[in-house]
């Protein structure tokens, strides 16, 4: 530690830390811009000047930035001397003189941090009264809106968006007082973390298009806690509401996930909840062949409850909570209850779960990946199931940078010195996925092959850790160079890490994975592992456990069931379709509940309207075994017109079996203890966050801000006497702008504000360090313990394959159904296609853009081809999820010819 002093006051500090860091750590105000604490130090805006004195005789002192001022021991700083406060006063006042002054319509108004910085620094008065410089703005895309006059460079943008996430088409333009950020032209903005931007961007620069089309100022959104669903790395997100709408999605820092930042499927998939011909009724269809009918819900319940007498099965589902999940078992018994999930699906679940339970590996966090001096990447297009995750490897390539900034004594916060230091050099990462992924231009090597290919490249890997393990048959001679390359990589490395996961539907790949852990433990690493789930409960119902679908299908065709209730869960994404028809079809009644509009709503007796995610609370397991709750960001209803009879799936069971003479509990908080008490591998998850009965100093936490207007008006054209806010039983929050704002438990902190800092900034006020965890410790509890590992997976024999072989893809936007149902995302999403080599497309005599008609199996569909280089010959790749694609079983038999034309 270093002793400084500021202002007169000494202060024991962390010496590889800079000034400005430090004196947000200790809780005082300093302005700044350019500095951004996942970006470091680049003294561009000088906005945070201080004096600094050479000893205690020195009463001048000398101007110096605090962002570019390390701490070294016996320092003395004045943030209030003359010089220092004149300084930062005229440096906004310069940065000001091109700025618009917009921010009565700014949609940055009220959160802007340059507001806060300007009001920081005391400037109040515009005294430049000439012609201001004026940029054209541009398109950029669906999801970020351009205003450059509001710039006052900064340079965020172009750090975080080429330095720090690898973009290239973002770019500064100009000199001097034109810069100019932006694109070469007009263009949507190819970086799928390109939503950052409007977070990074501390004034108006870059907006949230989506949260523009339909805009009402930050402080008159009603916002919760709450966590991603659109994949399974669980980062933490604020979604804001008015009107009985998501409005946007913002990120909510957690030190361990996500941090500052959120990918664009996250930031902008919440447009599903929003969607007009989402269920918000109950429908009854009174007879097989009738139409549904609106029918009251005490009707609804009463048939349901009939139902239930008889023969009757259960489905949940991996988008589901925890607590979903838990009422339909205690409803109709565990044993009749199935986890919703495709057989093979159900198989790579369990498999993961067991490697990260057996396995010696720690599961590695997303800061735990940025400290990974050395990856491989086995199977898995981390790009498309779990973006965060590449932001996270996108660092870790830079620890060589860093350690020989260590070496050189340079301060890990000096960027641009880092990066000098570093030059192109990188912590080897290596790649072995069927198709080419976006990480493969920062990869010191990649593989391409089918997921048997891999599977053999794993076990090669294995071998050269640990001689007692057999060799992988019928290995190319440059196949095995690069398997003892990598197994040097990963033994030499300090923090080795192997990212593997459910995309190429393999066991085999799973399998290899753990075995390499097992193998680099054996060899003295300390290896981390990421096994990524295909949903975001994923994990969570593999730990609930339950049979498959498969076997319910199989029940069903027997003849056994008369009564299918199925929770949000669109079975038709999960089997195929033939299969599926004929199955329901041989049901009595067939009871929905769902917040989506699917194929399987279609086919309900009777459909109850669930909430989505931002209408219900509950909790879910990450890919780390990470239990996190969500909470319900508004009531439906309490905006008249906007609830219909939604309500949390988990109630609508509850009510049921309330109607049925059962008892599941009322509450949520009934249905986590049951559930942690039914699995003690899930009694952590009551610990996730406060119960209901959690009060400060008496008083519940408000999900509004204290500047929240218009509760009354919102309802006048029905009501002009101001409602009662809807109580809420389930959690410590109100739905209301009354009671606690300080001291919140880390899990339930529904708004980063702070008196003098209205914007997101204002989550350095809220964490133990800079950068670091937040106080009273990041949300969520870890589930899973590794084991002493010591044992290697058993290989069957390998035969070559024969013939086309399906390969699952996955895209980003359109792979994952929740997100796919948004406006934004669909102007992203690729129309249906199927991906094959340039030789293969030569055999075929096809080319790029090609109409074909695809065989799998018993399934044909129409699609275009693409012509994929990267992939091998005697590979079809299958974009899972996408819009227009079936569901098919990969094993099956496949063919593909051009259609005629």
Known sequence: MA??????????????????????????????????????????????AVTQFRDEQDTRGKVVMACMTPCTDGSRFSLQHDDAVEMREAVVELLMTNHPHDCPVCEEGGSCHLQDMTVMTGHNYRRYRYNKRTHRNQDLG????????????????????????????????????????????????ESPFSGNLVEVCPTGVFTDKPYGESYTRKWDLQQAPSVCHHCAVGCNIFPGERYGRIKRVENRYHGALNGYFLCDRGRYGYQHANAEARPRTAMLRERPGAEPQRVATDAALESMVTWLQTRTLGIGSPRASLEANQALRALIGAERCHRG??????????????????????????TDIEQADAVLILGEDVSATGARVELALRQSVRQHALGLADASKVPRWQTHSVQLLGQDARSPLFVATPAATRLDGIASKTYRGAPQDIARLGQEIVHLLDYTQPRAPGLDDDTIHLAHTIAEALKSARRPLIVSGAGCASAAVLQEAGNIVTALA????????????????????????????DAALTQIESGEIDTLIVVENDLYRRVPAARLDAALARLQHLVVIDALATPTTQRADLLLPAGSFAETDGTLVNYEGRAQRYFQVFQPGAYVGSGGDVRESWRWLQQAALQAQGDIGTTLDDLTRACAHGDPALAAIVDAAPNAGFRITGQRIPRQSQ?????????????????????????????????????LPSAEIPIFWYPRWNSGHAVNKFQQEIGGPLRGGDPGERLIVPGAGGSYFERPPWRPPQGLQAVWLHELFGSEELSARGPAIAERTPAAYVAVSAQTAATMAAREGDAVQVTVGDVQWPAALRIETSLPDGILGIPRGLPGVPVVLTDAAVSIQRSAS
């Open 142 to 189: 669906p999801f970020v809106s351009h205003e450059m006059n509001r710039c006052i460079a900064c340079y965020r943008c172009v750090r975080f968006y080429r330095e720090y996430a690898d973009g290239t088409d973002l770019n500064v333009f100009g000199a001097h007082n034109h810069v100019y950020f932006g694109r070469a032209s007009d263009g949507t903005l």
């Open 522 to 549: 054996h060899a003295g690493a300390a290896p981390s592992i990421v096994l990524l789930p295909a949903e975001c409960n994923s994990l969570g119902t593999a730990m609930l456990g339950g049979a498959d679908l």
């Open 707 to 743: 500047r929240y207007s218009g509760r009354t008006a919102m309802n006048a054209a029905h009501d002009i006497h101001e409602p009662r806010p809807p109580q809420d039983a389930d959690t410590p929050l109100a739905f209301s702008m009354e009671g606690a704002r300080v001291d």
């Open 3 to 48: 002793r400084i002093y500021i202002d007169g006051h000494a202060f024991e500090v962390d010496p590889s830390r800079n000034l400005l860091e430090v004196v947000l750590e200790l809780g005082q105000d300093l302005p700044y811009f350019c500095w951004h604490p996942a970006l470091g130090s680049v003294g561009a805006c000088r906005q945070c």
């Open 341 to 366: 999930v495709a057989v093979q699906d159900a198989a790579l679940d369990d498999l993961m779960l067991q490697i990260l339970r057996q396995g010696p590996a720690q599961i590695a966090s997303i």
